[in-house]
């Protein structure tokens, strides 16, 4: 029972915190008007991504929390917090080169945080491989703006 609460509590809270982050700092007039790649998905591409890559990390998240803190559990907080921080220094402060060097970071930890448990716990390593991925597709999308602007 206990560790279900637990991946309930990771599951609402990363959710909860991430759509709530994505709703107050939509795209906005800003965002339509900076010129992008040809590579930049379509806005509804996002959301759905988003979604299933939460999901992951919160499992991921719940499995490393173990009820105590770890090396892996810190590089856990620490992405988390790169990911929740990304968003509003890009689209509410309208900083990408700002938000360029968050989601380098972010991408760091994360590779860091999959290094860690690869040999301590294999499956949080393979939930963060689709983020990983993803995160550095979003890098590069988020230098060519920067380039382009």
């Known amino acids: 029972m206990r560790?279900?609460?637990i991946y309930v509590v990771f599951l609402l809270a990363v959710l909860g915190i991430g759509l709530l982050i994505g709703s107050i700092t939509r795209p906005d007039g800003w965002y339509a008007a900076l010129a992008k790649p040809a590579?930049?998905?379509p806005n509804w591409v996002f959301a759905p991504?988003?979604?299933v890559l939460y999901v992951l990390i919160a499992i991921a998240g719940a499995r490393t929390y173990e009820g105590r803190v770890s090396r892996g559990f810190a590089l856990w907080l620490a992405q988390i917090a790169l990911n929740f921080a990304w968003t509003p220094v890009f689209f509410g402060l309208?900083?990408?080169?700002?938000a360029l060097v968050v989601i380098s970071a972010l991408l760091v930890a994360i590779l860091m945080f999959v290094v860690d448990r690869w040999r301590a716990d294999r499956v949080s390593a393979?939930?963060?491989i689709p983020y990983a991925a993803w995160v550095a597709f979003a890098s590069v999308l988020?230098?060519?703006i920067v380039v382009l602007n």
């Open 3 to 5: 560790r279900a609460v």
């Open 39 to 41: 590579f930049n998905p």
């Open 49 to 51: 991504v988003w979604t």
């Open 94 to 98: 309208h900083q990408p080169g700002l």
């Open 126 to 128: 393979l939930l963060f």
């Open 142 to 144: 988020n230098a060519a």
